[in-house]
């Protein structure tokens, strides 16, 4: 049990385009999902905390306006990469968390190409 | 705030050579520590959890003792295999549902 997945697994899309990216837990309910963005041989950068039926909580840094969290079900949350440019491009990383439990689920990821 | 310090990669073994890789933390609290696990191209995998001091999570042929009075969760396994060569994150999280801190990230590479 335990399973996020991430639709798409890769999108390249020119500069100036909007990207969505979903991600699902497939057999719990996840109150919470967090959204990760990692660059080539770094750590993940937590960009944001969603919580369902609420505001995105968004770290420091991070553009609210260009990176659209909505988390509108127990099971679903897309991040929607708007008026994207090159250095958009990264490896977005999606992860859920069920109420009991201090672990977080992590989906496979999603490449991102901005031409 | 709290903080993750792993040791820099990358670190390149021979099979069945022994593997460890450091980690130490900074918190306010009493977190549950985590390893999670990248292969190439994939997302991160949970490799193994400890939630209180002195606690040992194991999976796969890897440990890590929940060292308080260090505040480390170093990561050990006894004999690698190519197949474990990937990049491994130490992490924590103060309670539940609350966000993952990182480290760095090791990546290690195992040879034949």
């Known amino acids: 049990g335990a399973v996020v997945s991430q639709h798409p697994s890769r999108v390249i899309c020119k500069s100036g385009t909007s990207v969505k990216i979903e991600c699902r837990s497939l057999d719990f309910q996840a109150t919470t999902m967090f959204w990760y963005r990692q660059f080539p041989k770094k750590s993940l950068m937590l960009m944001a905390t969603s919580n369902e039926g609420s505001k995105a909580t968004y770290e420091q840094g991070v553009e609210k306006d260009k990176f659209l969290i909505n988390h509108a079900s127990l099971t679903l949350s897309t991040l929607t990469v708007t008026s994207a440019h090159p250095e958009d491009s990264s490896f977005y990383i999606c992860?859920?968390?069920?109420?009991?439990?201090?672990?977080?689920?992590f989906g496979p990821g999603t490449r991102l190409t901005v031409t | 705030g709290d903080s993750v310090t792993q040791m820099e990669g990358p670190v390149t073994l021979s099979e069945e050579a022994f593997l460890t890789i450091n980690c130490t933390y900074t918190a306010t609290g009493y977190p549950s520590l985590f390893w999670y696990v990248q292969y190439p191209g994939e997302g991160l995998q949970l490799l193994l959890k400890a939630t209180k001091a002195d606690d040992k999570g194991s999976n796969k042929g890897f440990e890590a003792t929940y060292r308080k009075e260090t505040t480390s969760f170093h990561l050990e396994k006894g004999s690698v295999q190519v197949s474990d060569s990937a990049v491994y994150f130490c992490a924590l999280s103060e309670g539940a549902g609350n966000k993952l801190t990182f480290g760095g990230g090791t990546r290690v590479l195992v040879k034949p």
């Open positions: 992860s859920a968390n069920r109420d009991t439990s201090y672990e977080q689920y």
